[in-house]
């Protein structure tokens, strides 16, 4: 495969999975806020706490970026703000009842996308699907380390 093909068809994969809107708009919040509470949600399942200064880090944005994302997440119900019981000035981010029973609902819809795609092309051809993307991305991440500092190769991170 050549360059331009190369590069046309992986850019037009990545538009074309962009364009997939699985809750068609009806989300209360953009793709960053998304992730801060994909962030959230994962640190709650694993019985942590997360601040916002973790946040600022994990999303790559500053740490008042997150405290107007918090804000506006806040005042739309979906997250709250818990002081720590022994320290006052640390305020540790929580997912609030209405963004959990949102989720709930979210996940079931999403639940509901994948049976019916893969009433289309079977599980088999799911699985196989995500197998082949990670062996295709494995192998495009060793070769850019193999290449690492050659004259004209792209450098991975």
Not at 26 to 48: D, I, Y
Not at 56 to 84: C, F, W
Not at 123 to 147: M, P, R, T
Request: net charge neutral; hydrophobic share 40%; proline share 1%.
């Amino acid at each position: 495969m050549e360059a331009n093909t190369f590069l046309r068809e992986i850019y037009g994969i990545g538009k074309q999975m962009e364009e997939i809107r699985f809750y068609q708009n009806s989300l209360p919040f953009n793709n960053t806020e998304m992730l801060l509470l994909r962030e959230v949600f994962m640190a709650e399942q694993a019985g942590r706490h997360v601040i916002s200064s973790y946040l600022a880090k994990v999303l790559g944005v500053t740490r008042s970026a997150i405290s107007q994302m918090v804000n506006k997440l806040e005042s739309k119900n979906l997250v709250r703000r818990v002081a720590d019981t022994k320290d006052r000035k640390i305020a540790y981010i929580e997912l609030s009842e209405y963004a959990m029973e949102t989720y709930e609902g979210l996940k079931a819809r999403l639940n509901l996308f994948l049976k019916k795609v893969k009433e289309r092309i079977g599980q088999e051809k799911i699985e196989q699907f995500f197998s082949s993307a990670h062996e295709f991305i494995d192998a495009c991440g060793n070769v850019l380390e193999e290449l690492a500092g050659k004259e004209g190769v792209p450098v991975k991170g």
